[in-house]
């Protein structure tokens, strides 16, 4: 069976889209069991939607009609706060952002201070918060690892991602203080250096990484019921996904070869790093799944690259006292675990910003959800929410 | 061994009294060794393992008095006798089911000559059961989950039936006391030291029986109707503490019942080679027992192990491929059966 492109199905109109190995229902069938639209609400508690997202589905039988996302359960008006917030104390609010990859946030944002003040974090610091960010990117994408396999109905792989990306936590706690929401960086470089064992832990850790990676490879990737599942569900053809804004992995999935760390203006130590980007062809949930294991090992490898390069040094640059960030306003955009993460700072001259417009990934992630679910069955759109893999503090802010 | 003079009422009490125990009992044997502790040894769990000391011994206990404490709620617009109804209409055919399975040559509640027929037709009825809890909670995920768990259960019952089928041909009987001595008594080939336990000759049979009772008991693969990831729990979310602990024991019991008829079917139920008379009286409950917990320890390790069908994927595997090699597996039994 073929499937159908989905410029073809979009012409169809709100009512019987084709989906691949589902035959169309006859006219005289429809006509005779015509049966009424079910609205059904998903969410804003439900487990599939990590969170509150809300979905409200039109539905005929088990097969989407529409679905809108509802956002906003989980506004904080993190834009706002960070108006009556110094530099540094903005740090504590965007770590609860993507409240996975708390440390990720962090980098863009510093990244813009120290810009507009002219100044650049020591090498030392700079290698120190590329391999933290890789560590908490393989957090994220352990937890997806197991979290996908549950949402397609497999319980073990959800309590293997947690239990290996428990290693994961126990490093950037060892080296920040704090699990998730390390508040570590500071403008100008980093709070402390490394703990000393840090690194011969983390080489240990990366090795259970990539032995967790070959495990989920079996147990979840190599299982024929989940390919059943998502192959050919949820296909995001590459130029629908760059219309919507969908960013990173979800991207990459769709066969764009795009990767900010290495596209972007030069940021942290990722022109030093030898990585491969991983692209997948499909676009569809399965691929997702695929390139989110493939950048799991590529990011293994990032950070053991980055232990063997770190280097000697300082890892403060002299900043003065009371920070105050000259005028000037600044766009700095990262490749952070769910996407395209990006802050635009506007400062007027005093201790804190003026304005920040935070650009994050699950936001616009999330955004090709009523397109993408057209004509879907119930338990696929599970199975697109979690290969979406969206945070809802991403989304809210 | 002597033969009990007692009256025909007072039998039924004990027989009556004897399944109304046997049930739960084994539906908390079951959840606690395999939902508790393979379950944590499989998924790597911490929790089910830590409370009361060892291996989380008080882990079932503690589960069971939170249930009986949680408070009764009801919807307000659910159909309130169906609502309370439902939960006991899925146990009770859980209690049917065990009615005519064999602990013993003597040790049987009633040994219908369409025993099998008897068994297959009181275990389908649950669904009636989740039918109503479905309908009646007034709630949207609720009717999807009972929906969904007819339409399954109704396509499940052929593969079943047909699975069953092969070795009904080939024990000539339908009466699970036949089908035992069978097996105890068979041989295969000239040997018949281990009698011929019917998965020998009817594997083909055994792994669809296994499939089909894995689709009957809702569990995954086949877990649509509860689908916990998308309708939360389907038919049970409006359900909570004693009525769910309900649900729970029928689930269980169920899956303790199905494993006992596989046991039965295909092992040999209570048999045990070189036993016989008084001493397979008593060695018997115990024997089933066991064939029954590898049984069931098969089905739990498929549940841990794999994710869910789609409902259309799941009627396509047993309309495609069940059914025929169900059908495929009667025509070369009787084959057989006229051959040798």
């Given at each position: 069976m073929t499937a159908p492109t989905h410029a073809s199905a979009r012409s169809e109109g709100p009512g019987w889209v084709p989906q691949p190995g589902v035959s169309e229902p006859s006219v005289g069938m429809n006509v005779e069991l015509d049966t009424g639209d079910m609205v059904l609400?998903?969410?804003?508690?439900?487990?599939?939607?990590?969170?509150t997202l809300r979905l409200v589905i039109r539905l005929d039988g088990e097969r989407v009609l529409t679905a809108d996302p509802v956002i906003g359960?989980?506004?904080?008006g993190y834009e706002k706060l960070t108006e009556f917030r110094t530099y540094p104390q903005v740090t504590t609010l965007i770590n609860r952002i993507d409240w996975l990859s708390s440390f990720a946030n962090e980098v863009p944002f510093m990244d813009a201070a120290e810009r507009l003040m002219g100044i650049e974090a020591p090498p030392r610091a700079q290698w120190i918060r590329t391999t933290l960010t890789e560590l908490s990117r393989i957090a994220t994408f352990l937890l997806f690892l197991g979290e996908m396999g549950l949402q397609v109905g497999a319980l073990t792989p959800a309590f293997y991602g947690f239990r290996d990306r428990e290693h994961v936590l126990n490093l950037i706690e060892a080296a920040?203080?704090?699990?998730?929401?390390?508040?570590?960086?500071?403008?100008?470089?980093?709070k402390d250096d490394l703990p000393w064992g840090w690194i011969a832990e983390t080489r240990a850790t990366m090795k259970i990484v990539l032995d967790a990676c070959d495990q989920f490879e079996d147990?979840?990737?190599?299982n024929e019921i989940f390919g059943a599942r998502t192959r050919g569900i949820g296909i995001i053809p590459s130029d629908v996904g760059t219309a919507y804004g969908v960013s990173g992995s979800n991207l990459r999935a769709s066969g764009?070869?795009?990767?900010l760390r290495r596209d972007?203006?030069?940021?942290?130590?990722y022109p030093d790093l030898d990585f491969k980007v991983w692209t997948h062809p499909d676009g569809d949930s399965y691929s997702r799944y695929w390139v989110r294991l493939q950048e799991t090992r590529e990011a293994a490898r990032m950070v053991l690259q980055c232990l063997e390069g770190m280097p000697a040094g300082p890892?403060?640059?002299?900043?003065?006292?009371i920070i105050k960030v000259p005028e000037g306003e600044v766009w700095v955009e990262t490749e952070n675990p769910l996407g395209q993460m990006a802050y635009y700072v506007v400062s007027k001259?005093?201790?804190?910003?003026?304005r920040v417009k935070i650009r994050s990934a699950s936001f616009s992630n999330v955004s090709i959800l009523p397109w993408l679910l057209q004509g879907v069955f119930v338990p696929d759109v599970i199975t697109i929410l979690a290969s979406l893999y969206f945070i809802l503090g991403d989304i809210d802010r | 061994m002597f033969a009990l003079d007692i009256g025909w009422g007072t039998t039924l009490a004990i027989k009556t009294i004897v399944i109304l125990m046997i049930i739960p009992a084994g539906a908390l044997i079951l959840g606690y060794v395999f939902l508790l502790k393979v379950m944590s040894h499989m998924q790597s769990r911490l929790g089910p393992m830590d409370?009361?000391?060892?291996?989380?011994?008080?882990q079932l206990i503690g589960d069971g008095i939170k249930f009986l404490q949680k408070e009764d709620v009801m919807p307000t617009k659910a159909d309130k006798r169906v609502f309370a109804a439902a939960p006991a209409v899925v146990v009770l055919s859980t209690f049917l089911v065990f009615?005519?399975?064999?602990?013993g040559p003597d040790l049987v509640v009633k040994d219908l000559d369409i025993g099998v027929f008897y068994a297959l037709a009181v275990s389908s009825l649950s669904v009636i059961g989740v039918l109503m809890a479905g309908w009646a909670s007034a709630n949207k995920f609720a009717l999807l989950g009972a929906l969904r768990a007819a339409a399954q259960l109704i396509a499940y019952e052929l593969p079943l039936l047909l699975a069953v089928v092969g070795v009904v041909i080939q024990a000539g009987s339908m009466s699970l006391q036949d089908i035992v001595l069978q097996q105890q008594n068979g041989e295969i080939f000239g040997w018949?030291?281990?009698?011929?336990?019917f998965i020998l000759t009817q594997f083909i049979g055994f792994g669809l029986f296994l499939v089909a009772s894995q689709a009957e008991l809702t569990q995954?693969?086949?877990?649509m109707p509860v689908a916990e990831s998308e309708l939360?729990?389907?038919?049970?979310?409006?359900y909570t503490g004693f009525r769910f602990l309900f649900f729970f024991i029928g689930e269980f019991g169920t899956a303790f019942g199905f494993s006992a008829l596989a046991a039965t079917l295909?092992?040999?139920?209570w048999s045990i080679p070189g036993v016989d008379g008084d001493w397979a009286n008593i060695l018997g409950p115990g024997v089933l027992f066991a064939k029954l917990m590898i049984v069931a320890f098969l089905m739990f390790w498929v549940r841990f192990t794999y994710p869910r069908l789609r409902e259309d994927q799941l009627q396509a595997l047993a309309w495609k491929f069940l059914i025929p090699i169900g059908l495929i597996n009667i025509l070369l039994t009787g084959v057989f059966k006229v051959a040798f």
């Open positions: 609400n998903l969410g804003p508690q439900h487990p599939a939607t990590h969170g359960y989980m506004h904080r920040t203080g704090g699990r998730f929401h390390p508040n570590f960086n500071r403008i100008g470089g980093l147990l979840v990737l190599g764009v070869d795009w990767d972007a203006r030069p940021y942290l130590a890892i403060m640059a002299k900043v003065p006292r001259g005093a201790t804190g910003p003026f | 409370p009361g000391g060892f291996h989380g011994w008080y009615a005519v399975i064999p602990m018949d030291f281990i009698g011929n336990p995954t693969p086949f877990d939360v729990a389907g038919y049970m979310v409006e295909f092992l040999g139920g």
